[in-house]
């Protein structure tokens, strides 16, 4: 079971999942692949000397110029981890940032505390389809931002449907509470056999002297009317 299915409460869906644009993990390791091309640079040259005090030490020289390019490599696998491991989860109960590779963190918001959804995109955001969103609850200082969302409108849009779908569901209930309530029965005329049965207890009932016939012929024509 992945840490995510882990997270999730039971019957507890996921509605959509976003990362941060791909720019996020460029711009962690342009740096990186510049002292990477350096070091490259570096050792090719190295190699073109031909000085005896050079060819020397260049073995040494090219072991710690290697050693540091595993170094960025390392380094940029794990921004590219980092990347891909934060995410932004929208259930049908609230919305997850989930951050971290080993070390996780998590922030929710629930979907019925949201008052509402903020959206902010720059040119260039446009252009490359990137941008923040704010989501704003009823509790002060609880304000999520999530930075260079990719595709941030598609995950507005799924936030609110989701928002509005589940503030819907409680009110669907007590509607369906009060018309199970407030539901009547559809009269069902009764057959030849029950007024025969009515009429013969109410016969003997006479008969018996536990009625009077005013009360029998009253009774008698209150059954026949139902028929």
């Given amino acids: 079971m992945s840490y995510v299915e882990q997270l999730l409460a039971e019957n507890e869906d996921i509605k959509y999942e976003a990362h941060q644009h791909p720019f996020v993990f460029l711009g962690r390791i342009g740096f990186e692949v510049v002292v990477m091309a350096i070091m490259i ?10 000085s005896a005090k050079w060819q020397s030490i260049q073995p040494y020289v090219q072991m710690i110029l290697i050693a540091i390019i595993l170094l960025i490599l390392a380094s940029a696998v794990i921004d590219f981890l980092r990347w ?9 109960r609230r919305v997850i940032h989930l951050r971290g590779i080993v070390n996780k963190a998590s922030l929710d918001s ?12 720059t040119f260039m955001g446009r252009m490359f389809n990137y941008g923040d969103i704010e989501v704003q609850t009823a509790n002060e200082n609880s304000d999520n931002l999530f930075t260079f969302i990719r595709a941030p409108l598609e995950f507005k849009r799924a936030m609110l449907n989701a928002k509005e779908e589940h503030d819907r569901e409680p009110a669907m209930y007590m509607q369906s509470v009060n018309a199970y309530k407030n539901f009547v029965p559809p009269y069902q005329r009764p057959n030849d056999n029950d007024i025969e049965e009515l009429l013969l207890r109410l016969n003997d009932l006479r008969q018996k002297n536990l009625i009077t016939d005013a009360d029998f012929e009253a009774k008698k024509r209150e059954i026949l009317s139902r028929i």
């Fill in 41 to 50: 640079a570096a050792i090719f040259f190295i190699t073109r000397l031909e």
């Fill in 84 to 92: 891909r491991n934060e995410k932004f989860l929208l259930t049908d």
């Fill in 110 to 121: 629930s979907l019925d505390k949201i008052n509402d959804v903020q959206m902010r995109q």
